[in-house]
């Protein structure tokens, strides 16, 4: 009997949502917003909510940062828009899709590691303005 409950749980995650972007070559960039993608099947429930997560306190100190919640998981993908702080830069971020908002740590799939990075060919700078008399 354990055997076939192994079997089972292995068989059923096989077919359930899985992340298709972003994911370890595909990141995200600072500008956003960025588009996250994934696959379902019928049975898997209608609905999630999309987590942005990094176990690295110094690049996400607020820890989970909920960026979609009730997404329609018949639509395949959606556009998620910054944080209120802006995109965090920096590696080692996974989107996960909760179950709902009240139900964080209940995962229906997660992405692979990715990075938030500033676009191609963009630096950081900063200017200062002085008055002349």
């Not at 995650?13 to 990141?27: E, I, K, L, N, R």
């Not at 998981?73 to 909760?98: D, E, H, K, M």
């Not at 709902?100 to 303005?129: C, R, V, W």
Request: charge should be negative; aromatic fraction near 8%; hydrophobic fraction near 40%.
């Amino acid at each position: 009997m354990r055997a076939f409950a192994t079997l089972f749980f292995a068989v059923s995650s096989a077919f359930a949502y899985q992340v298709t972007s972003p994911g370890d070559t595909q990141g995200w960039t600072s500008t956003g917003p960025n588009v996250l993608e994934w696959v379902r099947v019928a049975t898997d429930p209608l609905n999630f909510t999309a987590v942005l997560t990094n176990t690295n306190s110094a690049v996400m100190p607020q820890n989970d940062q909920v960026l979609n919640a009730l997404v329609d998981g018949t639509l395949g993908t959606i556009v998620c828009n910054p944080p209120s702080g802006g995109w965090p830069l920096g590696s080692g971020f996974r989107v996960n899709l909760a179950q709902d908002a009240q139900h964080l740590d209940t995962l229906l799939a997660q992405s692979d590691e990715f990075s938030i990075t500033l676009p191609n060919g963009s630096t950081i700078s900063t200017t200062s303005s002085q008055s002349t008399k």
